[in-house]
């Protein structure tokens, strides 16, 4: 079995990292959404590696993940609506699904056999380092065991994909603690796929328009499928106090065994949400109660999350 190192974030340990990258090797890397398990996005042999590394079904696609717009243009289409948003957005939390470019340098198995692309240009320093040190653009799907909690630290990592990769880098945790905000873009409209820190009324801002909702039922972008982000536990949600077994996760004027915000602060609890399941999942309760979060701003991309961890598995 492969032994899983935990090393630091810094100039030596990126180098590391870039070598076992450009040979085929996946790599957990902290970005300012959740840790990501990163690879060469133009090696179908390496995107290979992360699906097996997280037990993920192919028909799930990747995101690819860039440094500059320059990059981003010889991967996908940009129409005029697309770099309205990457101006206002990147680099940071939002990845916009978009058609392809001809002869895109990105392995067929990343995409799922789709004919669009799922692409974010990260803020975090230490992806964007791993990517300019590669000379390559990084796919990144969450650094956890598929349908598990996503991780936000490092040791996070280290206990979901313990012996399935090599390295893991230490950048502390993570800022935003939620994966990005997924949007498809036409040409003169945005569909809401996965809802994250750049929330509806923030596109809609920049953008003037009404944002649809995805309803399709189809995969089109990572973290739609319905069991996702989910404890070993079984999850309950909307709670204002805890059953036998139980161990409650509170928020604002419901205290819980831990709290998401004690002062109802849906930035605090974003970031704090992937943390405080794994402290639930790895307690003695048998099961997970959660109290309610307001369907609002940055609600919105929370409660997707935990309707998902709470779903049927």
């Given amino acids: 079995m492969t032994e899983t190192r935990i090393i630091p974030a810094d100039e030596a340990g990126i180098g590391e990292a870039a070598t076992l990258i450009l040979r085929?090797?996946?790599?957990?890397?902290?970005?300012?959404?959740?840790?990501?398990l990163a690879g060469d996005a133009t090696s179908g042999e390496a995107?290979?590696?992360?699906?097996?590394?997280?037990?993920?079904?192919?028909?799930?696609?990747?995101?690819?993940?860039?440094?500059d717009q320059a990059m981003a243009e010889t991967i996908a289409e940009f129409p005029p609506l697309a770099r309205k948003?990457?101006?206002a957005f990147w680099p940071g939390p939002l990845t916009m699904v978009l058609d392809k470019a001809p002869g895109a340098p990105v392995a067929s198995l990343l995409t799922a056999g789709l004919p669009t692309v799922?692409?974010?240009m990260p803020l975090h320093p230490v992806m964007r380092a791993l990517i300019e040190t590669t000379g390559r653009p990084l796919a990144a799907p969450s650094a956890n065991a598929s349908g598990s909690i996503s991780a936000t630290r490092a040791d996070h990592v280290a206990r979901s994909l313990a012996g399935?990769?090599?390295l893991v880098l230490d950048g502390g945790p993570t800022a935003v603690?939620?994966?990005?905000?997924?949007?498809?873009?036409?040409?003169?409209?945005?569909?809401?796929?996965?809802?994250?820190?750049?929330t509806v009324e923030m596109l809609e801002t920049a953008t003037g328009l009404t944002i649809e909702t995805s309803d399709s039922g189809k995969i089109e972008a990572p973290g739609q499928m319905l069991s996702h982000y989910a404890p070993a536990k079984p999850v309950r949600l909307d709670a204002l106090s805890a059953k036998p077994g139980e161990f409650l996760i509170g928020f604002g004027a419901v205290q819980g065994d831990a709290s998401l915000s004690p002062s109802a602060d849906l930035t605090e609890a974003a970031a704090h949400l992937f943390d405080v399941l794994?402290?639930?999942?790895?307690?003695?309760?048998?099961?997970?109660?959660i109290a309610p979060i307001p369907d609002r701003g940055l609600g919105l991309a929370i409660n997707d999350r935990l309707k998902r961890a709470a779903a049927p598995r």
């Fill in 118 to 120: 799922a692409i974010r």
């Fill in 177 to 198: 603690g939620i994966e990005s905000t997924i949007v498809a873009v036409g040409n003169d409209g945005l569909r809401l796929l996965r809802p994250g820190s750049v």
């Fill in 24 to 36: 085929g090797q996946p790599v957990a890397v902290p970005t300012e959404t959740v840790y990501g």
């Fill in 278 to 289: 794994h402290v639930a999942d790895g307690s003695a309760a048998a099961a997970i109660a």
């Fill in 47 to 67: 995107v290979a590696a992360i699906y097996t590394a997280k037990g993920r079904p192919s028909f799930n696609p990747l995101i690819v993940h860039v440094t």
């Fill in 164 to 166: 399935k990769i090599e």
């Fill in 85 to 87: 948003l990457a101006k």
